[in-house]
């Protein structure tokens, strides 16, 4: 069954640092997205990411974070200089179409910012 | 942006034994949708129910959508241990491009 793959799992950075989360979305999907989790609190929106360009962010989404489809396959998403509060699960989902269909997540990947 | 709210916020049961969790949102919806989350781990879609539809099963899965109510349930019949998780439902904006998740319900089936 396909699925969306994060690398790495877990990443621990030192404050001030920037840091990359990588995704492979599932092959066909047209919507990309990034989801973050601090732990014990709920699972939010950051960015939607569609035809090469954002179509949706959130107010945690400022001028620290940036997203890329640098090759056709990969996702990514930067944060230039960490906080300790971005520490949490990022998750990068993928959708084959819009809103009315499922979104497929991937396992995450645990940003550990000291 | 749209939100649910799930209740309640932890249900524990035994095996065999069914789960219901409920959801309640404020605003019109073109569908809503269920997640599950192990521990630590990733969401993996349950079910998605659109506005039009009043109930949809899966498996052991029934969810529920009474719109007049703004509300959904989601049941699960004859639990296992293996559906301890964490239990959402997220609501899509009216654009369809993002994801407003509730707080989520943790289930915990004792064997």
């Known amino acids: 069954e396909p699925e969306v793959t994060q690398t790495p799992s877990h990443q621990v950075t030192q404050m001030g640092q920037e840091v990359i989360l990588r995704c492979v979305p599932i092959?066909?999907?047209?919507?990309f997205y990034w989801y973050r989790q601090i732990l014990g609190q709920k699972v939010e929106f950051l960015v939607s990411?569609?035809?090469?360009?954002?179509?949706?962010k959130s107010e945690i989404f400022d001028d620290q974070f940036s997203v890329e489809r640098p090759d056709g396959s990969n996702f990514t998403l930067k944060i230039r200089s960490t906080k300790l509060e971005d520490s949490a699960m990022y998750f990068c989902?993928?959708?084959?179409?819009?809103?009315?269909?499922?979104?497929?997540f991937g396992q995450g990947t645990r940003l550990t910012v000291v | 942006s749209q939100q649910g709210e799930e209740d309640p916020q932890a249900l524990s049961i035994q095996e065999g034994e069914n789960a219901t969790m409920n959801c309640s949102y404020k605003t019109s919806i073109n569908n809503l949708q269920w997640y599950r989350q192990n521990s630590g781990r990733g969401l993996v879609h349950l079910i998605l129910i659109r506005s039009n539809e009043r109930e949809k099963h899966s498996g052991r899965l029934r969810v529920t959508l009474d719109t007049s109510k703004k509300s959904s349930s989601l049941l699960i019949t004859a639990s296992r241990a293996a559906d301890t998780a964490s239990y959402f439902c997220a609501l899509p904006n009216n654009a369809g491009n993002m994801l407003t998740f509730g707080g989520g319900t943790r289930l915990m089936v004792k064997p």
């Open positions: 990411f569609y035809n090469n360009e954002i179509s949706e």
């Open positions: 989902a993928s959708q084959g179409q819009g809103g009315g269909t499922e979104a497929f």
């Open positions: 092959s066909n999907h047209l919507y």
